[in-house]
């Protein structure tokens, strides 16, 4: 059965450093989301992305943040300058783009900002 | 979306069934009820969603009431690997919906031995 996956599936990192979170979604899917997990919080949503470009974002989605589509099968998140507010857990998504909106989720990537 | 309201936690006995209520009294008649579950900060995993007639799968069963305003998830026989949490979600598949996923708090359904 065909899964989102990302890597790597834990990240370290020094305040103030770029990080690029990697994910693989379902071949043939056309929707791509990020969402985050803060430790004990809830799951919130990221950003939406839709033939190439950004088609929602959320508040946490700031300057900061960008995701990009490389090549035909990535999707990524980069966080340009981290802080020790962004370690959480961090998940992509996929959704077909027809019929019920059911998104497909990877196992997530631990970020953790020292 | 409509919100939706759900019972912070609930014990089942392990092989009994485990039944999750969610309220969603704001529904609007072209919204969907989703079900979702995460197991120990693994990815959320889709389980079943429905309109207004009940649904079966594999994994559960879904009641809707015949009013729309809430829903429950049904797992026949849960096992001790359905411990999670367990998210209701209502959104519409209108063209210009995005797809987000709003999660709430959820249910965490604790299977006991």
């Known amino acids: 059965e065909p899964e989102v996956t990302q890597t790597p599936s834990h990240q370290v990192t020094q305040m103030g450093q770029e990080v690029i979170l990697r994910c693989v979604p379902i071949?043939?899917?056309?929707?791509f989301y990020w969402y985050r997990q803060i430790l004990g919080q809830k799951v919130e949503f990221l950003v939406s992305?839709?033939?190439?470009?950004?088609?929602?974002k959320s508040e946490i989605f700031d300057d900061q943040f960008s995701v990009e589509r490389p090549d035909g099968s990535n999707f990524t998140l980069k966080i340009r300058s981290t802080k020790l507010e962004d370690s959480a857990m961090y998940f992509c998504?996929?959704?077909?783009?027809?019929?019920?909106?059911?998104?497909?989720f990877g196992p997530g990537t631990r970020l953790l900002v020292l | 979306d409509a919100k939706t309201t759900q019972p912070p936690s609930m014990d089942c006995a392990e092989g009994r069934a485990a039944n999750l209520p969610c309220n969603h009294s704001t529904i609007s008649g072209n919204e969907y009820v989703y079900w979702y579950r995460q197991i120990h900060s693994q990815g959320p995993q889709y389980i079943i969603h429905?309109?207004?007639n009940n649904e079966t799968n594999e994994m559960a069963s879904l009641i809707i009431t015949e009013d729309r305003k809430s829903s429950t998830l049904i797992l026949p026989h849960a096992t001790l690997r359905d411990t999670a949490v367990y998210y209701c979600i209502v959104r519409d598949h209108g063209s210009s919906n995005t797809g987000k996923l709003i999660f709430g708090q959820g249910t965490t359904l604790q299977v006991k031995p």
């Open positions: 998504a996929s959704f077909a783009g027809q019929g019920p909106r059911t998104q497909y």
């Open positions: 071949s043939n899917h056309l929707y």
């Open positions: 429905g309109l207004k």
């Open positions: 992305f839709y033939n190439n470009e950004i088609s929602e």
